[in-house]
């Protein structure tokens, strides 16, 4: 049987019904039916969405649009765990109230980690120390970035304890790409074994600027990823 390659739009970011991007004079919602539209019209079943979703009112909507998708998730800061399961269902660790599981797929295992705490408990430190025991590559989806990058908000909004994370990561012999959004930018860096791409948000922008935070509403979009047998290609779509 031949080997079907994998495409996976990867969204992040949407910030559905939130005030903040209301006064940029984003819509949300026709934004992300726009980015719904043009998954589908590219053929694309399999979405993960990256995290930051919305007001919690939002989610039920949400979720209704994705019920045609096979959908996975990693919960950003503004994500609500409890609010989230209600409508996602999904056998998860239950050692603490996380969202964090793994998929396994042909030539990767898939980790979705959840950073909506904003820091790194060492039970999921230990979670994930075992996970990372594959002879597959690995793919880790996590709403905030884990290598650092030369911006402001990277200074300000990072994910506190990440540099556990990362040294966990550098001890294994795979290749490890993250996928992960919050920074509302694009970005792509290579550190040792690990390859990291932020994506850019489906709402609103913030330039990668090394002294202030400056946003903007001119663009958003969301990233295919393509996996074909053991090799990743990923572009990132813009509207």
């Known amino acids: 049987m031949p080997f079907v390659i994998q495409k996976i739009a990867y969204i992040t970011d949407i910030h559905i019904d939130e005030e903040f991007p209301k006064t ?8 992300w039916e726009r980015i719904l539209k043009d ?6 079943n ?15 909507w949400f979720f209704e649009t994705l019920q045609n998708y096979q959908l996975s998730i990693s919960l950003g800061n503004h994500d609500d765990f409890s609010e989230v399961i209600k409508h996602y269902k999904i ?5 603490f109230k996380e969202l964090s599981y793994v998929q396994e797929r042909d030539f990767f295992k898939c980790i979705f980690f959840d950073s909506s705490t904003e820091f790194i408990s060492e039970k999921q430190l230990k979670w994930l120390k075992g ?10 989806f996590i709403h905030h970035p884990i290598v650092e990058i030369p911006s402001i908000i990277d200074k300000k909004f990072a994910l506190k304890g990440r540099e556990k994370i990362q040294a966990l990561l550098q001890e294994v012999s795979n290749d490890v790409t993250i996928f992960s959004g919050h920074y509302h930018m694009q970005d792509h860096r290579h550190y040792k074994n690990i390859t990291q791409y932020i994506t850019p948000a489906g709402s609103y922008q913030v330039e990668k600027d090394p002294k202030e ?10 990233r295919i990823i393509e996996l074909n047998k053991d090799q990743i290609n990923t572009d990132v779509v813009l509207f």
């Open 91 to 95: 056998d998860f660790y239950k050692d």
């Open 24 to 31: 940029l004079g984003v819509d949300s919602r026709q934004n």
């Open 131 to 140: 996970e990372l025991i594959t002879p597959k590559k690995i793919l880790l």
């Open 213 to 222: 935070i400056k946003v903007h509403s001119n663009t958003f979009g969301y």
């Open 39 to 44: 998954v589908a019209s590219r053929n694309i």
């Open 46 to 60: 399999d979405i993960i969405y990256g995290g930051d979703i919305g007001e919690k009112s939002s989610n039920s």
